[in-house]
Structure formats: C-alpha cells, structure tokens
C-alpha cells in the first residue's frame, strides 16, 4: 500500500476546509474550549466533533502506543478514560498533565520534561480494540452488544511476520507533535495515569521530513509520496467518518484506525535499477509522474497500453492495485509516519547461522476508515497477494481499533458515548 | 553522569568562540571547500582540522550506528573510509551520495529519499573501534602498533546490562541533522556504501526537543540539563583534542568518543518525591539552581552545609559525584540525546513471569574527551557504585572509538593519518 500524504500538504484544497470546519467549531456549538486553545498558534483543538490527529495535518513527530486493560470493572475503565481525557486536553494546550504541586513532600504528576516546549501542534488520539468487546477475549466489560460491527480482528495477511507482542492491545494511544520530546511525553504522561488500570503492550515511534516547502516529500523508497488521499469534506463524510445508522450508534462521528508497522528491505530496494523500481511503483522516480507521463499531477489512466499492447502502469504496479478504481470506489485516509528501531536480521533470514544485521526501518503505516472490513481488509489483502512491492516488504506490528468521537468540551470525555 | 548541553545552547559563552574558529576556517588554511559548504546556511562544515559533529551545537536528531569490518584487507578498509568520506561530504552540502545517473538500467548511487530536504545541518564523523587495532581480536589490519594508549576496552560497570549485540563495533558512524530523515539516510546511505567490506552491527536514533528560546532544555527526568560542559577553545584543547604527542600521532586533533545507552526507568521515577529526586540530583527542579541556591547559574558549593551540619547536597547526589572538583578537574564534553525504542520488559524484571512491559526510553549519552582512561571510565566507575541515580537507569548499549582528525579538504579522507 503507498503511504501517501499529498492533500495534507498542499496550501490550497478540500483538506484545509474540512479542517476548518472542525476547527472552527461551527458544527459544534457545545464545545466552549476551542477558542481558548486555539489562541497558541502550534495549538490544535484537542475538543471537537471528531478527535484530532485524523484530518490534521501530520506533525513531524508520532508516538502510538497499545495498551492492555488490567481491570475487569467497567467502572474503572470509564474513569481511565476520563482521566485519559484530561490529561490529553491538558498537554494539547502546553500545559502539564494536571497542575503542579510545588511541594517536596508530594509526588508531582508531570514528569516536568515538557515544560516551556508548548503545545507543539501535539493531537492525541484514543481507540477501542476488539479484544474490549469480547473479541478473542472475554467479555470483562460486558460490551459485547456495542461491538461494532466494522471493527473485526485483522486476518493473518500473505507474508505477515508479526511479533508476539507488537500487534493488537485492548486500547490505543496515538500523539503526534512537531516536537519528539512533546510527542513522547504525551504517552509516557498517560501510561503513568493508566496507573493500575491498563499497562503499556507496545509501542512505537515515528518521523516525518520537515516538510520541504512547496514539494511532495519523499518516502524511504525515494519516491514522491503522492497518490490520492480523501480530502474534501464530502469524502471524509463518505469514506472516514462513521455516518448516521451505519455502524454502532456511539461510534457516530469516529472512525476506524488500522496501523500496520512495515519493514522495508533497503538493501535489496535500492539494489534495483531505476527501471525496476518505477515498475515496481507504477510512477517515475524523478517527477512522481505516473508512468508513461510527464507530470506528478497527471492522472493515473490504469488502461494506457504501449506500441506492443502491454500496459503501461504493469499488472502488479503499486499504484495500480492501490488505487481507488481498482479497489471498488474505497479510499484509505492514510497519516503514515517512517520509523527507525535500529538495526537487527531481517525477518527473512533469522533461522540462518551467519545472518547479518540490517536496518530495521520503513513506514509505520497509518489508515482511518469508515469501514475496514470494505477498506483496509479487502485492499491489503489483494496487495497481500500480488503488490510487486511486497518483495521489499514486511508486516512486523499490527492494529485495529475504533477510534470513538471526540469529546465536545472540557467536562466530556472520549468513550463517553460507550461508557458513559 | 548527567547528561547536558548547557554552554551548547547559550547564545554568548566560549563554544561559540570555539566552534567559530573551526567553522572559519582560520586554524586550517588547507580547506579549499568550506567557503563553497557554507554557502547554505544550514550547512555545517564536514572538512576541516577537527570532525565535525563533536563541538558542533546540537542537532534536533541523532543517529549513530556501529559496524563490524567484514573484509582482512587493509587496502579495502582505506578505501571503505574513503567512499564514507566523499559520500558523508557530499550529503553533508545536501547533495545526493554521488551525483545521480537518471538511466532506467542503472542503479542509483542514493536512494533520493532526502532529495529537497537540504544539508539540514547534518554532520557526520567516524571513529575506529579498539578491534580494530587486534584488541580482544586478531590484528587483521597489522595496525598493533598504531594503537592509541588511550583506546581500551570498557570495562563491565557495576549494574552493567549490555544487550550481545548492541555494544562495540570495529567502525562508528554518527550522524546528526536537524530532520530525521536526513540523519537517516546518512547511516542508510553509509551502510549501503559499506557494500563488502562491513556490515552494520547495531544501531541507535535519538532526539532533542527543539530548543526553547532562552531557556535550557529539559531531559527526561524533567530536570533542567545544565551543568558544566568544557566550552572555551582552551577547555576544549585541554580536556577534548588530543594533542601533540598525546598518544599515537595519527590521532593528533582527534578525540575520543563514549556512547553508552541508559534506559531510564521512568514510572519509578516519577513516583518519587519532589524532594527525593531533588536529592538524587542535587538540584532544584523548577529552577534548575543547585539545592539551597536560588539560581540556576549559582554556582556549585559541594561544601555547604545546613544548620544541623549535613551537607545540603548529599554525599551520594549526581551532581555532586559528577563534578570535575570531584574528578581530578576532568571534564567530558557532554553531546547526548534522548532515546525512544517503544515498550518492553524492564532488564530487571526479565525473569519474571508476570513481569510487564514498560517504555524503553532514556539518554542515548555521547561524551568527548582526551583520554578515557582518565575521564570516563573512572568518572563512570565511581558513579556506578555511588550515584542515587543509578537506581532509576540502567546501561543496555555501549561503544568506545577513537575519532581521527577531520579530512582537511576534498581529496583527504577520515583515516588517512592512520591508513594512508
């Protein structure tokens, strides 16, 4: 799957007017904080219809962690995320988690490592995975009857090499931030007030370029990444955010998150000659245009055939098996990040003797939906089977969670529709 | 040993001096490409009397890798140090690797993931590990007698936890940029021109939150990071480069560099008292002023004590253990980032059954000295045994290396005072 932010990027466009309308509080009478909080410029409205860190464009920084509930009372579970919610509108603002206590006998509840850094355009996001309704799990919280009906475990796809435990969790966290330090606070800040109710599963951190003025950014493939993303408020409507009627009833205004972590093979990429890997891609590697065209802007036309009748963009091109024409009308809003974990042996060759290190990076793989199991499922599972980019790739960490509403104003809290 | 930046970050002060004395190009009438580099104002020097990247102020990313040589060749090493030079040169003024061939049969020499991203003020220098001079090794290379007096072996520190693979390296790489992607691809790109002749062993990103205006930086511990780094080009001369008939000769404007990775066990620290890690650091929290002093820029008094006569730093606080008046007047120059490498079980609580995950997060500590036989090892060997802080923080990662001189100009490379 191409991992893509154009739209997100661009000054102009429906992205930046559906970002309004969540910003500007107009469709959302009820939420008193948002002018008090937008007055910090590298401030984003942590209150609002939707949560934030979805439509907002992406931060230079992203901390997502997954956490398992260890309470089994639904009691407690409502109030971490109240608590939860507080703590995230309280740094959303640049403010400490709660306020400090200046004194030496008390344990102060902030770590402080974030003092005078500013909100930092930090968004935080919280989803529900399906092991909190039963799914594969019991059903502790007795929320079977609210299990929405698009939130299903993932299937095992082709070449899967997940790790034991990188992959699911009962809730998930998601920060992102200009600032690292900010972003990271965030989580550490809220697996500290999980206290006894919920330890950290895994966790993951990820980076994107400083956004190059005026240019599509390139992804660690060394390609623009630049193909379709839903941008205008109309798509967003029918493709990300869950409608009226159409999934659980608390779910309305969410969405479904699947976060997929993707090792790329560097060394055998960039070993291929340039015709090989624009093939692979299905666009140019200088220009980004589509392959065939001239430029990044032209239109992707899948049926283009060469003199000798084959097709221009190949049957297994990335691009093609991506793209929305191929893939029943359905669109991915992707917010992918690339990580860095160091360097360890690949997946591929851990079972031989003499197996050398490499690189362990690639993209941390972000995707919100309205539905996955008509999204990310049957779309990844094609790609599964025949991206010719998958030779360069594997799945090493896995999510899905759904991802409720945001919280209107201070005194409401996210899940407050589930739980409240 | 704490880990700080101050005197890096002052807009005044004698780095400053220091640094401008290298970036002039004064001292080293030799360097025909500094004045062309620093045309871009995000451009730091690569050539020149000393690496860069040692006293150059801090950048927003770091990633440091270490290799082992795969090839007994003499020859085949010199010439891996000068690809790394001409490539690390290169990107260091933002260019790709080499120039790119755009022929559709032809591999590209760079992946072209940082193209448009700038020279980021990256800065990249390289150190040679005590391996590499048959230290714990065969003497592969015949370089026995080149060994400096003052590269030896780490000892194993009381609390020690090293993981098998991440520690030493016959070849580090350190690469710091302010965009993450462009430290990346500098390592990426590295290993990549390694080809045969070395293979990456392991690896490291870190990060810095983006400088306050006017104000020092906080670490993880939430602690203002402000105690004494050398600055002055005296300092630096005297605690820092090695000078004339210091140790090897080769080594003559070089220095010696430590990494060592802490993970810092943050829930226990949070849960502490503010008084009780006021006392662990022998600082104040809030203001940054040493305990009892109202200041962050008061001075240290080790010897002050309170009305029933204790000393109001205590005996075992890291301030206190970390000091040059108690170190024989050493100084490290101090360059650390902090790290971030997700959740998993605490090296402490690895044997349990029921133990649970945590964040693996904490300094990634970088300290540049003269002589590590005189500075870090037994700075370090007091601070195991004694510092308060050793409680809360535990090594997992370490590296020893000597830094050569900088390459002097195009047609030099780092290396040639040793292997040319």
Redesign the interface.
């Known amino acids: 799957m191409r991992l893509t932010r154009r739209g997100f990027l661009g000054a102009a466009g429906g992205l930046v007017a559906g970002t309004a309308l969540v910003g500007s509080g107009k469709r959302n009478p009820l939420n008193g904080a948002r002018t008090a909080s937008s007055a910090r410029e590298d401030a984003i409205p942590f209150y609002g219809r939707h949560q934030a860190g979805i439509t907002t464009p992406p931060q230079?920084?992203s901390?997502f962690?997954a956490f398992d509930v260890t309470t089994d009372r639904r009691q407690d579970l409502a109030g971490l995320l109240q608590r939860w919610t507080s703590v995230a509108a309280n740094l959303c603002v640049g403010r400490t988690a709660s306020p400090m206590r200046?004194?030496?006998?008390?344990?102060?509840p902030?770590?402080?490592?974030?003092?005078?850094?500013g909100p930092?355009r930090l968004t935080v996001n919280f989803g529900f995975g399906p092991s909190l309704f039963g799914v594969g799990a019991a059903d502790r919280f007795g929320l079977r009857d609210k299990w929405p009906m698009a939130l299903v475990r993932l299937p095992r796809f082709d070449g899967d090499q997940l790790s034991a435990?990188?992959t699911g969790g009962d809730l998930t966290v998601h920060a992102c931030a200009?600032?690292?330090?900010?972003a990271?606070h965030a989580?550490?800040q809220l697996?500290?007030t999980a206290g006894e109710d919920a330890?950290?599963?895994?966790?993951?951190?990820g980076?994107?370029?400083?956004q190059?003025a005026g240019?599509t950014?390139?992804?660690?493939?060394?390609?623009k990444d630049g193909t379709v993303n839903p941008t205008t408020a109309a798509e967003l409507d029918e493709f990300v955010w869950v409608g009226d009627g159409q999934d659980q009833e608390w779910m309305r205004d969410g969405t479904f998150l699947v976060v997929r972590r993707i090792r790329v093979q560097?060394?055998l990429?960039?070993?291929?000659?340039?015709?090989t890997q624009?093939r692979v891609i299905g666009r140019h590697?200088?220009s980004g245009a589509p392959l065939g065209r001239r430029s990044e802007l032209d239109s992707l036309d899948l049926d283009r055939r060469g003199p000798a009748g084959h097709l221009i963009i190949p049957p297994d091109a990335h691009v093609r098996l991506a793209s929305p024409a191929e893939n029943w009308a359905q669109m991915l809003l992707r917010r992918s990040y690339?990580y860095?974990?160091?360097?360890s042996v690949p997946p591929a060759a851990s079972g031989e003797a003499d197996a050398?290190?490499?690189?362990d990076?690639g993209l941390f793989f972000c995707a919100y939906q309205q539905n996955p199991r008509l999204a990310f499922i049957p779309i990844y599972t094609k790609l599964a089977g025949r991206d010719a980019l998958r030779q360069f790739t594997t799945h090493t960490a896995s999510a899905i969670a759904a991802l409720p509403p945001g919280a209107s104003g201070p005194g409401h809290w996210v899940g407050e529709t589930l739980l409240g």
């Open positions: 230079r920084c901390s962690a200046p004194s030496p006998d008390a344990v102060e902030d770590s402080g490592a974030a003092i005078g850094l930092a435990v990188g200009d600032d690292p330090q900010v990271f989580v550490r697996a500290r330890s950290i599963r895994w966790a993951q951190t980076f994107n370029e400083a190059a240019g950014p390139r992804d660690l493939l060394g390609f560097l060394d990429w960039d070993a291929q000659t340039l015709a624009e590697k200088a690339a860095d974990n160091g360097a050398q290190a490499a690189l990076a």
